[in-house]
């Protein structure tokens, strides 16, 4: 083996790895939402976590992002420890599907359907429909199929090249020396556990060991502890992403360390005892590409039916690795772990939008409470509320950025865009309810008291501004497009009922029939429901952008505006009767 085979050997290994990472990266962006909502799925069951772990790993083909997703959504509360354990056992049993696909290299046979099996045939064909989903596609989901298709191909590819490098080494009498060294079990197990630490990838690692394989000098006994100890290193992804988060998360990657670990010791101790006494005849034989996939596969198995009894157990061990500590855990608002799967980043953004929206309206409810009835600690809770909402829109909107940066799938690009719109009309909303606030402490304070006319007019605007807020936290929040049409109907009616009421009020002033002085007061809280009302607007028509496309949302405003939608008009007339000052 000389120098070129090196440098072809290396070529291999990061074609596979670039494979992965692609193919890994397409798998999740198709999954998209789904990906999170099956993660809520993951209840204290352990069996169906475990389903679900396998499920989504299989998905996504990697073990180790769902562990990392997994710390990252118990580091910002989303989820508990306990709920992560199945997840975790699953996820070793996915991971091993990887190894059945590689192992279709090791197909020797001229029957043509057989053949047709075999990596170095289907991997071409998978290549050029790739490509020409991502040169000919013009739907993001078809691109994002043909980048899986070309990131397989290309991992295939390294495979190929990797087995390719390694080929001559069969016959270099030094190499077979050198492999004598594994016969030594926790030599194996040690190397197996710090190369997969270093390359961060137990697929890549099984991938390496099938290439060797095909020299013929891999033996049972030196590949069976490499297996034991590459399962061991794949926990190194979930231990490094831990750092920096609080007890909890740091517990989800003890979980799976002691998973792994304890696998080891129990396969280690059970498989090498019963040689000693039985003398397995098969040890010194070279070991195939397809038994490497059979002894990845037994030994992810046997552990997960080992410990699926004892999850609590698992749960108290990590507790007693990571114990607890007097200072309080601090739970991060958005962690940063989750962008490395965009759509889980996105759905939590969703939910805490979600309770940013339901804040903001039931804010202004109170604040208008307070004008007949006004309370200093009422106030005040108004008041605490608004500077969530302003921490919110602050930590939200940095976090958004940060996702619209990412690789998005075209859903998730459009959810992106809702939100970042959202959140500065809904921490607007907010401000307007501490105005609002202030309008009625001035009123308790001076002892203001509107004319019978005045607060009549005032009754009807505001139980119309409730309803305006009421349909437009239920349409940004639900994505319902039927909802979000009967806003911009209310919000014209509110318009008018604005320029009426100040048009009436200034012709009480004129005749006496309220005080000058008043006039400002009732200004401003009219003009704070007016905008309220016009940033429900905005909202409403973020979601039609996202739900319509930007081009129909267009034509639909367009319509609005030229009078030409009967919808809106037909909307607008039933409002106008609902909310008339005349009644």
Not at 186 to 206: K, N, P, R
Not at 363 to 371: F, P, T, W
Not at 408 to 418: A, F, I, P, T
């Amino acid at each position: 083996m000389d120098i070129f085979n090196l440098i072809s050997m290396l070529g291999g290994l990061a074609f596979f790895l670039y494979g992965m990472h692609v193919m890994s990266a397409g798998l999740t962006k198709v999954a998209g939402r789904k990906l999170e909502q099956t993660l809520k799925r993951m209840t204290s069951s352990t069996l169906k976590g475990l389903v679900l772990g396998a499920g989504i790993t299989i998905a996504i083909q990697s073990s180790s992002a769902l562990t990392v997703m997994l710390v990252g959504l118990v580091n910002s509360g989303i989820m508990e420890l306990g709920q992560t354990v199945g997840a975790i056992l699953g996820s070793n049993v996915g991971t091993t599907l990887t190894a059945w696909i590689l192992s279709l290299a090791g197909i020797q046979s001229e029957n043509f359907f057989l053949r047709l099996l075999k990596p170095s045939s289907f991997s071409p064909i998978v290549a050029f429909v790739g490509i020409l989903l991502i040169m000919v596609s013009k739907r993001s989901r078809h691109k994002d199929l043909g980048g899986i298709f070309v990131g397989f191909a290309v991992l295939m590819y390294g495979m190929q090249l990797m087995g390719d490098a390694v080929s001559p080494l069969a016959s270099m009498p030094d190499f077979s020396k050198y492999l004598g060294a594994f016969q030594n079990p926790l030599l194996g197990l040690l190397f197996g556990a710090v190369f997969t630490g270093i390359i961060q990838s137990s697929a890549a690692s099984v991938g390496i060991l099938q290439a060797l394989s095909l020299t013929g000098t891999i033996t049972f006994g030196m590949a069976i502890p490499v297996i034991m100890g590459l399962n061991i290193g794949t926990s190194a992804t979930a231990a490094l992403s831990s750092i920096g988060t609080n007890r909890s998360a740091k517990r989800v990657a003890a979980v799976h360390v002691a998973f792994n670990v304890i696998g080891a010791i129990f396969c280690m101790v059970a498989f090498y005892g019963a040689h000693s006494i039985v003398r397995f005849s098969f040890i010194d034989k070279p070991i195939n590409i397809v038994w490497i996939a059979v002894c990845h596969s037994a030994f992810n198995l046997i552990t997960t039916l080992l410990l699926l009894p004892f999850p609590k157990q698992l749960e108290r061990l990590a507790i007693r690795i990571i114990p607890d500590d007097r200072s309080k855990d601090t739970y991060a608002f958005l962690d940063e772990r989750l962008l490395q799967t965009p759509s889980v980043a996105i759905r939590e953004c969703e939910n805490l939008v979600a309770k940013m929206a339901n804040l903001a309206r039931d804010n202004v409810k109170n604040a208008l409470r307070l004008i007949y009835n006004y309370s200093q600690s009422k106030a005040d809770e108004i008041e605490d509320i608004e500077n969530q909402l302003d921490t919110s829109e602050d930590k939200l909107g940095s976090y958004l950025v940060q996702v619209a940066a990412r690789e998005l799938s075209e859903q998730d690009s459009l959810y992106v865009g809702k939100l970042l719109h959202g959140i500065g009309d809904l921490e607007r909303i907010g401000d307007h309810a501490v105005n609002i606030a202030a309008v009625a402490l001035e009123l308790h304070e001076k002892d203001i008291v509107f004319s019978d006319k005045a607060n009549q007019e005032l009754e009807v605007l505001t139980e119309a501004v409730r309803e305006i807020l009421d349909v437009t936290i239920k349409a940004y929040n639900e994505d319902d497009c039927a909802q979000a049409i009967l806003v911009e109907p209310l919000e014209e009616v509110i318009d008018n009922m604005v320029d009426e009421i100040q048009k009436r009020h200034i012709d009480r002033l004129q005749a006496g029939e309220c005080n000058l002085m008043y006039g400002f007061a009732h200004a401003d809280l009219i003009n704070n429901l007016e905008r309220i009302a016009d940033h429900c607007s905005n909202l409403a028509i973020a979601v039609l952008n996202m739900k319509m496309g930007h081009q129909d949302a267009h034509a639909y405003a367009e319509a609005v505006k030229s009078g030409n939608d009967p919808e809106f008009e037909k909307n607008f007339i039933e409002y106008s009767q609902k909310y008339s000052l005349d009644v």
